[in-house]
C-alpha cells in the first residue's frame, strides 16, 4: 500500500515534469526565457545593483520562474480543460504561471519606461538598446543601457520673494532633503515638495499643497552637475497665500451619513465659550469629547493637531465615523476657520464566543469555549468594560475516574478608560493614539479529577498606548496574584512527595510585581505587502519585595522563605518573544513563527510558580501534540492508557521555551482556504538533578526537538475564521531509544495507529 502511494506520486511528479512548456505554443508565439541588463559604462554607475534591481523590475513580462517551469506548466495543464471549473482549473488558479509571452509593443514600452527612471535618478540624455536572441520557441532579451554618467546637484536656489510662505520655505531648509553635491533624484524632489507643505499646513496654510512647488532643472555645460531652482505659485484667488486660526468648535454628536437633515433638529448645548455641541441625546460626556480635541479658538490651525483630534475620537472606540470640515469666515479681518466634526455613532456593545475541540493519544478528549462581553462607555465617559469567561474540560475514554478528568474556568473583567490616570497631572496627549488605563481583575481555577485543585486571583493596574502605528506598549508595575492549592489527594501528594521541584512548585504563594509587553507590527492595508510581527513581554516579581524583606526582616516560613501577607512570595524573571513573518507568494502566504521563552527563579525561589511554566501543545502550538503533553526535554510517560495518578498527571511544562512553526496558506474556493503546517518545539528545565534528560543545555538542545505537520482547513468569512487542523507527529522521544523519525512507522491502514497518532483540533481563528 505505501510503495503503490510513493511510486503513483512519482510517476505523477515525472509526468508534470517532462512536459514540454514550447510544444503547444503557435506558430507566431515565443516565450520570454530570460532577460539581462548591461551597462555599457559601469564605471559612471552609482549603486549598480540597486539600480539593476529598479529597472529589472519594471520589465514586463518576467521570464516563468520555478524549477522545471512548474507553474507555467500546471497552467498549460489547466488551460487543455475544456470545463471552466473542476480539479485541473482549480490547480490552474492556484497554483498556475501564465506565459511570458514575447511582444514587441510591450517591448518598446519597457524601453520607454526605463529611460524615465534613468532620467528620474539623474541618468539625462541616457538610452537603451535591446538584443533579442531567438532559440527556438524561447527569446533571450539583453537591455544595454547608455550613458554619460549620473548628474549631481551644484546649488540650491530658493524663492526671492518676502511673503510668510517663502520665508516658511527658508526657515524648513534646516531639514531639507536636497543637499548640494548629492545625486540627482526625481524621488527626493517629489519627497522635499510633499515636505515643505507638510510644513506649511502645520502653520495654518490649509489651502497650501505640493502643487504650489515647482523646480527649474538648469544642466551645466561640459560637467554632470545641475542647478536647481525652487519656485511657489501664487494662489489663482488671491495675492498670497492664507494663514488660518482656529474660530468656534462645533460637534455634531448624533450625525447620520444616510440623514444628515437630523443635524437641523438636534439640540444646541454651549460646552464652553468657543465649543458648542449638537445633539438628540448625549452619547457621551462632553468633557471627554472636549479632552479628545486639541487646539482652541485663536491658535494657528495645526494640519497635524486636527488628524490627532480625529484620530483620538475614533480610537474611543464609540464612533464608526469621524469627519472633519472647515467653515471659512469670510467677513473676519484676518483668515479665520470653524471647524465641524461630524460623529457618527457605531454599536458600543457587543458578544462574541470561542470553541475548540481536540484530542490527544490515550484517548483523550478536550473542548473548551469562551465568552465575553464589550461596554465601550460606561456611565457615558468612553470607559471601556471587558468581562470573559471562559472554560474547558477533558475527559478519558475507557477509565473508571468518571466523566470529567480535567476543568478548567477563567473569569475576567477589565476597566479601560482614555487617558492616563495618576496622581499628578500631565500635559495632555498629542500623539496620534490616546493612552488607555486599564484595571484588570481575574479568577483561574483548575481541577484534575485524583490529583488536586488549584485557583489563582488576580489583579492589574497599569497604561497601554501606542507610540507609533507600529510600535505597541503595555506597562503593568502593578501586578498581584495569589495562589491557592485549594486541594490535593493522597496519591497526588505521594506522587509530589518524590519530585522536589515538583513539590515546590505547588504551595500557597504570592506573585507580585511588573508586567511589561512590547509589540511591533508594520501591516499595512495593503494585503499583497510581506510584515513582520514581534511580540515580547518581561514578567519580574519579588525584587522590590525581597529587598524590603531583607532590610526589614521579615517572618520566614519552615522552609526559611519570608512572607508576605502570611504567604512566601515567589521571585522570578522570566521573557517570552514571539517573532512572526509574514512573506506573500502571489495569491498564498507562508507564516513563520519563533516563540522562544526563558523563566529565571532565585532569591526567595526555588522554582517558578506552576502557572508561570512554559509548555507546548495544542490548537495554537505544536498541533500534533496535546496541551503540556511535550517535555520537558527527552521525558517519555511511560502509559498511555489506564487511570492511575502516574497517568493522569505529568509534569509536562518547563523553565525553557522553543516553538517554531511553518504555515502555507492556500485558498481552495471562496471563502474556504487550506493550509500545509510544520510545528516544531519543546520545553525543558534549567536545573534537575534526578532527571537530567529534561534539562536544558546549549551543546544538545536541538537534538530534543519534537516536529509535527499536517494539513489545515479554514472556513474564512472575514468576521470568523473556523479551522480545523489534522496533525501527526514526525519526531518525537521514545521510551529507551531517545528522539526518533516517525515516517518508517505510519501506517495509515491501522485504526490503532489513527487513534494514536492522527490529532484533530477544531478552533476559531487563525493559529498565529
Known amino acids: 500500500m505505501k510503495k503503490e502511494f510513493y511510486v503513483y506520486i512519482l510517476l505523477s511528479f515525472g509526468v508534470v515534469t517532462s512536459c514540454n512548456v514550447t510544444k503547444d505554443l503557435k506558430e507566431n508565439q515565443y516565450l520570454v526565457s530570460k532577460t539581462s541588463i548591461k551597462f555599457k559604462n559601469s564605471e559612471d554607475i552609482r549603486n549598480e545593483k540597486k539600480l539593476k534591481a529598479e529597472l529589472s523590475e519594471i520589465i514586463k513580462p518576467q521570464p516563468n520562474s520555478g524549477v522545471f517551469k512548474l507553474g507555467l506548466k500546471i497552467h498549460q495543464i489547466g488551460e487543455k480543460s475544456k470545463k471552466k471549473k473542476g480539479f485541473r482549473r482549480w490547480m490552474q488558479r492556484n497554483f498556475g504561471e501564465a506565459p511570458a509571452y514575447y511582444d514587441e509593443v510591450t517591448q518598446s514600452r519597457n524601453r520607454l519606461r526605463m529611460k524615465r527612471i534613468l532620467k528620474d535618478n539623474g541618468f539625462f540624455r541616457s538610452d537603451i538598446e535591446v538584443d533579442t536572441l531567438v532559440k527556438g520557441k524561447k527569446v533571450e532579451m539583453t ?20 511673503t510668510a510662505i517663502g520665508r516658511l520655505i527658508k526657515w524648513g531648509q534646516k531639514k531639507t532633503l536636497l543637499k548640494e ?5 526625481e524621488v527626493a524632489l517629489a519627497d522635499e515638495r510633499i515636505r515643505l507643505s507638510e510644513i506649511a499646513s502645520q502653520d495654518g496654510y490649509l489651502e497650501f499643497n505640493e502643487n504650489y512647488i515647482y523646480y527649474f ?3 551645466l555645460p561640459g560637467t554632470l552637475t545641475t542647478d536647481i531652482y525652487m519656485r511657489v505659485k501664487p494662489p489663482t484667488d488671491a495675492l498670497a497665500h492664507r494663514r488660518y486660526r482656529i474660530g468656534k468648535t462645533i460637534i455634531h454628536s448624533n450625525y447620520d451619513l444616510s440623514n444628515p437633515d437630523l443635524t437641523k433638529k438636534q439640540d444646541t448645548v454651549q460646552v464652553k465659550s468657543d465649543m458648542i455641541i449638537l445633539e438628540n441625546n448625549q452619547l457621551v460626556e462632553h468633557r471627554v469629547l472636549d479632552r479628545m480635541i486639541l487646539q482652541n479658538e485663536g491658535d494657528i490651525v495645526s494640519q497635524k493637531l486636527q488628524n490627532v483630534s480625529v484620530s483620538h475620537l475614533l480610537n474611543l472606540g464609540i464612533f464608526k465615523f469621524v469627519n472633519l470640515k472647515y467653515e471659512r469666515i469670510g467677513d473676519s479681518l484676518q483668515p479665520i476657520v470653524n471647524r465641524n466634526f461630524y ?5 458600543d456593545q457587543n458578544l462574541s464566543g470561542n470553541l475548540e475541540l481536540n484530542n490527544r493519544t490515550g484517548r483523550f478528549y478536550g473542548i473548551a469555549a469562551s465568552g465575553s462581553y464589550r461596554h465601550k462607555n460606561i456611565l457615558k465617559k468612553a470607559i471601556t468594560f471587558n468581562s470573559t469567561i471562559s472554560g474547558g474540560l477533558e475527559t478519558q475514554i475507557g477509565n473508571d475516574l468518571g466523566f470529567i478528568n480535567t476543568l478548567e474556568l477563567n473569569v475576567e473583567a477589565s476597566f479601560s478608560a482614555p487617558r492616563y490616570i495618576l496622581p499628578f497631572k500631565v500635559k495632555p496627549n498629542s500623539g496620534l493614539f490616546i493612552p488607555q488605563t486599564t484595571l484588570k481583575i481575574g479568577n483561574d481555577f483548575q481541577r484534575r479529577v485524583s490529583l488536586f485543585s488549584i485557583n489563582s486571583t488576580n489583579l492589574k493596574w497599569g497604561y497601554q498606548w501606542k507610540e507609533t502605528a507600529e510600535k505597541q506598549h503595555q506597562l503593568y508595575p502593578i501586578s498581584l496574584n495569589r495562589v491557592s492549592i485549594l486541594a490535593k489527594t493522597q496519591e497526588f501528594e505521594d506522587l509530589i512527595n518524590v519530585n522536589p521541584r515538583l513539590e515546590n512548585s505547588f504551595k500557597n504563594l504570592f506573585i507580585g510585581g511588573l508586567d511589561y509587553t512590547y509589540i511591533f507590527t508594520n501591516q499595512t492595508a495593503d494585503i499583497k505587502k510581506d510584515y513582520w510581527f514581534f511580540k515580547g513581554n518581561l514578567r519580574t516579581s519579588g525584587n522590590l519585595t525581597h529587598l524590603v524583606a531583607k532590610t526589614f526582616n521579615f517572618p520566614k516560613n519552615v522552609d526559611g522563605k519570608y512572607k508576605l501577607l502570611s504567604l512566601p512570595y515567589a521571585q522570578f524573571t522570566s521573557l517570552e518573544t514571539d517573532f512572526r513573518f ?15 521563552a526563558v523563566g529565571f527563579s532565585y532569591g526567595n525561589s526555588d522554582v517558578l510558580p506552576y502557572i508561570e511554566q512554559f509548555f507546548v501543545g ?17 521525558f517519555v510517560r511511560t502509559t498511555t492508557s489506564g487511570s492511575g495518578v502516574e497517568n493522569q498527571f505529568f509534569d509536562q511544562t518547563g523553565d525553557v521555551k522553543l516553538e517554531i512553526s511553518s504555515e502555507y496558506r492556500f485558498g481552495i474556493f471562496e471563502y474556504f482556504k487550506g493550509a500545509f503546517f510544520v510545528d516544531a518545539g519543546n520545553v525543558w528545565l534549567l536545573n534537575n538533578a534526578t532527571q537530567a534528560n529534561q534539562e536544558f543545555h546549549f551543546d544538545t538542545f536541538w537534538k530534543e526537538i519534537t516536529v509535527g505537520g499536517g494539513i489545515g482547513f479554514r472556513l474564512d468569512i472575514e468576521l470568523l475564521v473556523l479551522r480545523l487542523d489534522v496533525a501527526t507527529p514526525f519526531r518525537k522521544p521514545f521510551l529507551n531509544e531517545g528522539f526518533q523519525w516517525t515516517f518508517d512507522r505510519f501506517d495509515f491502514g491501522s485504526s490503532d495507529w489513527r487513534s494514536e497518532n492522527l490529532i484533530f483540533n477544531l478552533a476559531i481563528g487563525y493559529p498565529f
Request: no cysteine; proline share 6%; net charge positive.
Open 343 to 347: 460623529l457618527t455613532p457605531a454599536f
Open 181 to 185: 553635491g548629492a545625486f540627482y533624484s
Open 217 to 219: 532643472i538648469d544642466t
Open 582 to 596: 509574514y512573506k506573500r507568494i502571489k495569491k498564498h502566504t507562508l507564516a513563520t513563527r519563533f516563540s522562544p
Open 618 to 634: 495544542g490548537a495554537n502550538s505544536l498541533r500534533a501534540f496535546r496541551l503540556r503533553s511535550v517535555g520537558p526535554g527527552g
Open 143 to 162: 537591455y544595454h543601457v547608455l550613458t554619460n554618467g549620473q548628474y549631481k546637484i551644484n546649488q540650491i536656489h530658493l524663492p526671492k520673494d518676502s
